[in-house]
């Protein structure tokens, strides 16, 4: 039995009821995002996601039409709207509280300490668009030496330095050392390093990003490996979890290398009876067009995925499944540069499934992981009710 998770990271299909407490009352990123850019879908259709409720079809981007697949979205119980409160609810871990936050910055308990252990001081040390404080700080830093500092309205402290004066290795220790200093009453989801090349104004190295993430609590991947099932890890998704439940860890420079080798392992995992999951996370829609508020660059990926998807289906093995899902919203035509309080998608694939089968509304993310952990044959009491059944 193989199950293969793919996250179009950031695909969100409407605001959940709760969005006005998080300002995006109103964001939708799959109907602002094709109403701005037209790009056809079909095979994103045909999988069924011209049957959501909160999806408006046109013939010319989602064409309504005959399904053969699995569809419904769900509602995020957790209070955030970021990729480590979304990836860790989809394996069972619903927080009660929010990941921290500093929207002055980091205090000067966290910073004189990640000097400290730097030696290099700081530059920025504020909310800043990641593409903006390279420009605005890049040259400063290239001057100095001194890292740029910076957060966002995520639970994230982002490191930048420009490759050709810190080594990635040293870049990579910096966030070891704050990952550290992060803890308690100072925690954050992430630490990310934020290499970039080049000339003013610069360029984001997005193929070495590294994030450093908190452990998660026991959760479905857990019970995976605990159950000898092959857990494989492709793009960012073992940083997310911080390498807790993984057999296998494969490294993605984009959307197109992490479709491909998520195509490879699946073909390999069917020749030599793999039994397990393979999770992908393909992380360019959030980070090149959402982020940078790009129509434009957002369809033309969601386009990319849409050819691949034929070649995708066909690698799921006769007992298999694949499930393509979304983590959060981050709406490209709304105002500012954060994510959107948004469903998640939730479409999937059955080898043998000759209609459309309605999976409704479901009560939280979590349902992915239980529906993962029944198919498995893994031990979970946690959170989320499985729709496995409904798939055979």
């Not at 910073?111 to 504020?126: I, K, P, Q, S, Y």
């Not at 700080?137 to 890292?147: M, Q, Y």
């Not at 993605?252 to 996370?281: Q, V």
Request: charged share 20%; net charge negative.
């Amino acid at each position: 039995m193989l199950l293969t998770i793919i996250v179009l990271d950031s695909v969100g299909v409407g605001a959940l009821p709760d969005a006005e407490r998080f300002g995006d009352a109103g964001a939708h990123t799959l109907n602002h995002t094709l109403a701005a850019a037209p790009v056809p879908l079909p095979n994103l259709a045909r999988l069924g996601l011209s049957r959501l409720p909160t999806v408006q079809t046109s013939p010319g981007t989602v064409p309504a039409g005959e399904v053969r697949g699995a569809f419904g979205r769900m509602r995020e119980v957790s209070p955030g709207k970021d990729t480590s409160t979304g990836h860790w609810e989809f394996m069972g871990v619903q927080l009660q509280h929010p990941f921290q936050v500093f929207p002055d910055g980091f205090p000067p308990a966290v910073m004189d300490r990640f000097d400290a252990a730097t030696e290099r001081g700081h530059l920025c040390n504020r909310p800043y668009s990641g593409t903006d404080v390279i420009r605005d700080f890049g040259e400063e830093h290239r001057r100095t030496g001194s890292p740029i500092v910076y957060t966002s309205a995520d639970s994230v402290f982002q490191i930048a330095a420009h490759e050709d004066v810190v080594p990635l290795e040293t870049l990579y220790g910096w966030c070891q050392a704050a990952r550290g200093i992060l803890q308690g009453e100072f925690a954050v989801a992430r630490v990310i390093a934020r290499p970039f090349r080049g000339e003013f104004p610069f360029e984001r190295a997005n193929e070495h990003r590294k994030d450093f993430s908190l452990v998660p609590p026991p959760n479905v991947l857990d019970a995976l490996r605990n159950a000898g099932r092959e857990v494989v890890g492709i793009g960012k998704i073992p940083d997310i979890y911080a390498h807790r439940g993984f057999t296998e860890e494969i490294h993605t420079d984009d959307n197109a290398d992490g479709i491909a080798r998520t195509l490879a392992r699946m073909r390999r995992a069917a020749a030599d009876g793999t039994s397990g999951l393979i999770f992908t996370n393909l992380v360019d829609f959030d980070a090149r067009f959402g982020h940078r508020r790009d129509p434009q660059g957002y369809s033309a990926c969601l386009s990319q995925f849409d050819a691949a998807l034929p070649d995708l289906l066909a690698a799921v093995p006769e007992d298999g499944a694949l499930l393509v899902i979304s983590d959060h919203g981050n709406d490209p035509t709304w105002r500012g540069t954060d994510h959107t309080r948004e469903y998640g998608l939730l479409l999937a694939h059955v080898p043998g499934l000759t209609g459309a089968v309605d999976l409704g509304e479901r009560a939280t993310f979590a349902d992915v992981g239980a529906t993962v952990a029944e198919a498995l044959g893994a031990d979970w009491g946690g959170p989320g009710e499985s729709f496995w059944k409904a798939l055979n």
